[in-house]
């Protein structure tokens, strides 16, 4: 196992050598030519979010059901400034919820950091105490030593770089990229990101053999769209512990091909 960390640790220094990162632009760009690189999420994201656009449409119906009374006694003029401000809800809640997932992310961060060094565990965070206790409940069971956190991982060949949550060796022997979320459900895109964060390593020899996602909600319960009955209802927010439907190669493969997708919108755009 020693020998194998030294391997990682050595690899993941080669990459930080071939690449500058702007930590205020979260940039990329090639030691060698100035070259950009694309990031692994963004490329990951470039995949349709058809779930978006009906969520969106249902936090302005929420803003505008909750105005109710209001509505009833506005002039024209108001009510129209009225359906300004519901116009841009979604980005308001959307705002709310990262600002909660970054704290959760960090505390994340901090606590692998301290299973690495050996150095005592970050302070819980009481707003995300029941999802973040779980997560701890499962690294317990199932994870024999982490052996990076927020490591950037870089790819000058295929022009790509990003920054993964952590590896580890897992208690079956599988070294894993691990990936957190904080969010309501698991989207393809994130398979295909931690196979993206994959794809460096096995330049220098080192395999991937799994690759979990950890999502972890930030309210108790979600509300969750039947399709038959064409309502919502409401349920109990779990953690989920997910690894993608498809193997490490074809991941690759649609991963680089997301890539080359997302160059040609970028050159055409």
């Known amino acids: ?15 930080y050598s071939k690449v500058e990162f702007d930590e205020k632009e979260h940039k990329y760009t090639r030691k060698s030519d100035g070259k950009w690189l694309a990031g692994i999420s963004s490329i990951a994201d470039s995949l349709p979010k058809p779930y978006l656009m009906p969520w969106a449409a249902k936090m302005v119906v929420e803003f505008l059901q909750d105005k109710q009374e209001i509505i009833k006694i506005l002039t024209p003029e108001e009510y129209l400034e009225l359906l300004d401000e ?24 901090k606590y692998v950091l301290a299973k690495i060094r050996n150095t005592e565990l970050p302070k819980m965070i009481e707003e995300l105490k029941r999802p973040l206790e779980k997560f701890i409940e ?38 894993a990229v691990i990936d957190f979320k904080f969010s309501n ?24 053999q799994d690759r979990i996602i950890i999502r972890l909600p ?8 039947n399709k038959e009955t064409k309502q919502y209802t409401e349920e109990e927010n779990n953690i989920e512990i997910a690894r993608s439907p498809f193997d490490m190669a074809w991941d690759c493969e649609n991963f680089r091909h997301a890539r080359a997708i997302y160059k040609y919108i970028n050159l055409v755009e």
């Open 1 to 15: 196992m020693i020998e194998l960390i030294n391997k990682i640790k050595s690899a993941v220094v080669d990459m």
């Open 86 to 109: 519901a116009k841009t809800t979604h980005k308001r809640k959307s705002g709310e919820a990262m600002d909660l997932g970054t704290i959760g992310h960090k505390f994340c961060e």
């Open 138 to 175: 499962w690294e317990k069971e199932n994870v024999k030593q982490w052996v990076l956190s927020e490591a950037m991982v870089v790819d000058t060949e295929e022009e790509f770089a990003g920054r993964l949550d952590g590896l580890a060796i897992l208690k079956d022997d599988k070294l």
């Open 185 to 208: 459900q698991i989207s393809s895109s994130y398979h295909l990101q931690t196979a993206g964060y994959s794809i460096p390593f096995s330049k220098y020899d080192i395999e991937i």
């Open 218 to 225: 930030k309210t108790p319960t979600k509300k969750v769209y």
